[in-house]
């Protein structure tokens, strides 16, 4: 649909009674299920006769399959199947073996499949398999993998180098160039940076629970996911059959943080094995296997050259990443990756100069992925602690530096990218009000620092990621029943930030209705329209503005009809709080109930009930793929970050003393779950920043796949936090809503780093920023005691 | 070998034929259907799986089924009783303690073996009690507050019930 339609049935802002609220008419649509333990998972999927499956992994990070025995294994009672890389012929995404067929390329890699009648004997079954190995030597270092005659990562033929996906975007602003800003520049900065490798770890791992039906050769999946239409159109490809014969439910969701946009080998198993067995096969994967096989956050190799004016601002900039993109990822799924990399070099600053290039190389190690600030949290890292650097260097406040290059309403970067709504100045002017900044700067002692971070991110990714009429992302229908119930039919992905929640809200608010009275329908890729997931903040504002259109086009349809009864236009009317009233001079009088209203549409339309539909797009092209110029996504939020600390300058400690963060997410629609998202990003921030990493050893093994030695933050190490939200609206978001939960987790590493080096004065180019990295960073750098 | 197993779950006598080495986790799950206690790591590491056995909070992973022979054990399925959510579960729904909801039964459990004993914990005492029950969405902020905010509501009442008396 026209995407500008129907806004003057918009509800307007003064007429608010849900969006916006704290009061407890605003409610949790899943409250009591989660509470009392009845909300179900895919993992709690059961059913008579059900096998259980699981999977044997390489223990090799590269190296040929020589042979797989797998007789002692079928020989076992109990066990139902088996299944090996030949029973896959397809490849997923380009690259991806549901079961490796000749090869393994890293740790992890799924090599045979077992299932049984119980989950001990599928264990038993995976001890009798014989699987041959011809062990290759492997490549874990990015740089090395690109050197000539370094190992061949995947072994495909590929003449690549090991460089996957590459995006490289240069421009500039009315035709400055970029060399002649690099010599025109007061003070030049060229600065180096390295990220480590995490693990996004939902406490619910990946599940699948698989049922087949021959007579209709239709599959129903229970799938942990955040991207079902995607596990549909994967599966139908992987079988080889088109998407009617996958019936996608998404139950609820115990986290994905981004690892459940993909589309696990397990799924497939469980399906080949119900479609073999005819009986409901269940695959719960290990915390090992989360850890080992879905795809984590990319670490990162970063090199910044900035040019500064002498007041501070940013003349150009270029930047030359790579990151270790693991054992697979040649394909367009990751090529957000490269791209968004890019496209986060470029924020949150005016830069009217730029060169950024980012690659992806192939490394034997666990394949990297979306993980929430899909590389914002690496890229936004180094280039805030670049920015904070420079401040100090050139002998300006770090607010004020920050300041005069932020973005503003209006402005158009090269990078294609536009600025609506924009409040970072606002973000970093309350950060520093909270945190004292002008009082304390000069006071603090030796050990004891603040930090600031400012940063940003998209609202609403483009890519629909499948091809779909209008590039449209999210469709959604309201459908309005005889005695006025109301049902949802939408597919917008809840993970836990709150989706079914917020969409239920939405449709609520603009037919004047209470959240109970509205029914949102359990999705399904069958039972309501398509919306390409939860990744790349897209929810709120592409499937909010979606499912209000739907809801207004339900409204309009009734106004139109009272409109005539009632002999006035119809936009005139509204409906608040179950009534159909009239804003027209001299009729304000009329009223109508919501109920009588419905009824009487009905009778006008030949007795059809009242349907309404919805869609939206972000309209954009794929030049932004090519590193042209292109507006990557309909608006853009802004954070700042800030970090009070001390440092044990004997053993590298820190001791967070408060964490304050201000964001710009427009409009919040529901301020609870807002301030939610905000100190769930923080903690996320915090983990990536001095607690979690994956570590690899020397042949290409992760030391670490599980919660004890992982290091995930309890309850213990969080510090007190202070959110602050709610900025100008946007005038494209639902409501005026913008992004929150996903980018927010961005400033929180570069903010600690800046605190830890006002603190100590050591210069940080590295993260996680643990006691040990600290304290040998203390013996290398020296005590910087006078620093101050 | 297989032994039938007795024991009070949620209340009620409950006798099951149990494997030796059956996990509490799996016989509460799978054989007993009762799906709102999770699994999480199955390494008593994240504390999704947390019941409680004569009062005292466990991780059922981590717990063979035939050691609550005799015992009361209660799961997340045990609270609300009569469709009546206990004061615990009020607050976790009233502060938006919960995002995901999948660490949501055994935080609520270890919340209440804590509450059950020390009806008034400093935030410390908190953090201590649940330090074993990984959330990965929240930050805890909430879930302490929820916490706080149900010790509150129980003195309360519990001042007003000595206030009628």
Same mark, same amino acid.
């Given at each position: ?788 | ?47 999704? /799986? ?10 059922? /992973? ?37 995002? /995901? ?33 990984? /959330? ?30």
């Amino acid at each position: 649909m026209n995407k500008f339609a129907d806004k003057e049935y918009f509800r307007k802002p003064e007429d608010f009674r849900l969006i916006s609220s704290t009061e407890s008419k605003y409610t949790h649509v899943d409250a009591y299920e989660k509470v009392t333990g009845k909300a179900k998972y895919a993992g709690d999927f059961m059913a008579p006769n059900m096998l259980t499956a699981k999977v044997l992994h390489s223990p090799i990070s590269r190296g040929r399959i020589l042979s797989i025995d797998t007789s002692k294994a079928e020989a076992l009672p109990g066990v139902k199947g088996v299944l090996t890389g030949k029973d896959f012929p397809i490849r997923i995404t380009e690259d991806i073996e549901i079961l490796c067929q000749g090869q393994v390329r890293m740790v992890g890699d799924p090599v045979v499949a077992v299932c049984a009648i119980s989950e001990e004997i599928a264990e038993q079954a995976l001890e009798l398999i014989d699987v041959q190995y011809e062990e290759m030597p492997g490549v874990y270092d990015p740089w090395e993998s690109i050197k000539d005659g370094a190992p061949d990562v995947q072994g495909y033929g590929y003449d690549n180098h090991n460089i996957g996906p590459t995006c490289h975007q240069q421009g500039s602003n009315d035709g400055k160039d970029i060399d002649e800003e690099f010599e025109k520049a007061a003070y030049v900065q060229h600065e180096d940076f390295k990220t480590h490798r995490i693990q996004h770890a939902p406490i619910e791992p990946h599940a699948t629970f698989a049922e087949y039906d021959p007579e209709k050769d239709e599959w129903t999946v229970h799938q942990s996911t955040t991207m079902s239409f995607g596990d549909q159109f994967w599966l139908a490809h992987g079988f080889q059959k088109d998407v009617s014969h996958f019936h996608i439910i998404r139950p609820y969701v115990g986290g994905a943080f981004g690892s459940k946009s993909n589309w696990p080998y397990s799924e497939f198993i469980a399906c080949e094995f119900a479609r073999r067995t005819l009986r409901p096969v269940r695959f719960v994967q290990t915390r090992e296997e989360e850890f080992q096989t879905m795809h984590g956050r990319h670490p990162f190799q970063i090199h910044i050259d900035t040019a500064f004016a002498e007041d501070g601002t940013i003349l150009a900039k270029k930047a030359d990443q790579i990151m270790d993109g693991g054992a697979y990822g040649v394909s367009h799924s990751q090529y957000a990756a490269v791209n968004l990399s890019v496209i986060w070099c470029a924020f949150p600053y005016k830069i009217d100069a730029i060169d950024f290039r980012s690659r992806r190389i192939l490394t034997n190690t666990a394949e990297g992925g979306a993980m929430r600030g899909y590389t914002a949290c690496q890229v936004q890292f180094a280039h805030d602690v670049n920015m904070q650097l420079a401040a100090e260097r050139m002998g300006i406040d770090p607010i004020e530096f920050r300041k005069r290059s932020a973005m503003e309403p209006g402005y158009h970067s090269p990078a294609g990218l536009i600025v609506t709504s924009c409040s970072f100045k606002e973000t970093l002017d309350d950060a520093a009000k909270f945190m004292r900044w002008e009082e304390r700067k000069d006071k603090m002692g030796n050990g004891e620092g603040i930090g600031f971070a400012g940063t940003a991110f998209v609202s609403g990714t483009a890519a629909p990621v499948l091809n779909t009429p209008n590039q449209v992302q999210t469709n959604a229908t309201v459908r309005v029943d005889l005695h006025g119930v109301v049902s949802l039919y939408s597919n917008c992905h809840d993970n836990g930030q709150g989706a079914d929640t917020v969409m239920t809200a939405i449709v609520a608010e603009e037919l004047g209705l209470n959240m109970n009275e509205v029914k949102l329908i359990q999705p399904s890729t069958f039972d309501s329209g398509y919306d390409s997931g939860a990744y790349g903040s897209r929810v709120t504002f592409l499937g909010g503005n979606a499912v209000r259109r739907a809801a207004v086009d339900a409204k309009r349809q009734i106004l139109e009809v009272i409109g005539a009864k009632w002999g006035c236009e119809p936009h005139l009317l509204d409906i608040i709080d179950h009534n159909i009233i009239c804003r027209d001079m001299g009729k304000t009088d009329l009223k109508m109930s919501w109920a009588e209203a419905v009824y009487a549409t009905m009778l006008t339309h030949g007795g059809d009930e009242v349907v309404g539909v919805g869609s939206y797009y972000h309209r954009t092209n794929n030049a932004q793929y090519q590193g042209k110029p292109s507006n990557y996504a309909p608006s853009y939020v802004f954070s700042t970050g800030a970090c009070h600390l001390f440092v044990d300058q004997e053993t590298g400690q820190i001791d967070i003393d408060e964490f304050f963060f201000a964001h710009d997410c427009g409009r919040a629609l529901n301020k609870r779950a807002v301030e939610a998202q905000l100190e769930g990003s923080i903690y996320s921030g915090l983990g990536y920043a001095v607690y979690e990493e994956l570590k690899i050893n020397d042949k290409g093994r992760m030391m670490n796949p599980n919660f004890r030695d992982y290091r995930m933050i309890t309850a213990l190490d969080m510090p007190h936090i202070t959110t602050k939200f709610d900025y100008a609206p946007d005038p494209e978001g639902p409501f005026g809503a913008k992004e929150c939960g996903e980018g927010t987790t961005a400033p929180i590493a570069p903010a600690v780093a800046n605190a830890i080096h006002n603190a100590t004065g050591l210069m940080i180019h590295e993260l996680p920023l643990d006691p040990e990295h600290i304290w040998r960073l203390l013996k290398e750098q020296g005590l910087q005691k006078d620093h101050k | 070998m297989k032994k039938i197993l007795s024991f009070t779950l949620n209340g009620e006598p409950c006798e099951v034929l149990c494997e030796d080495n059956r996990s509490l986790l799996d016989l509460i799950r799978d054989d007993l259907g009762l799906t709102g206690t999770k699994k999480g790591c199955e390494e008593a590491e994240c504390g999704a /799986c947390t019941v409680m056995i004569d009062g005292r909070p466990v991780n059922s /992973c981590a717990t063979l089924a035939r050691e609550v022979e005799g015992c009361e054990v209660l799961t997340v399925e045990g609270l609300a009783k009569d469709g009546k959510l206990t004061p615990l579960q009020k607050q976790f729904i009233d502060k938006w303690a919960f995002q /995901c909801g999948y660490c949501t039964p055994g935080m609520i459990m270890s919340a209440k073996a804590l509450l059950d004993h020390n009806p008034n914990p400093t935030e410390q005492e908190i953090r201590e009690a649940i330090e074993g029950n990984l /959330c990965r969405c929240t930050g805890y902020a909430k879930i302490v507050e929820a916490i706080q905010a149900t010790a509150a509501e129980m003195a309360e009442m519990a001042a007003a019930q000595k206030g009628e008396v």
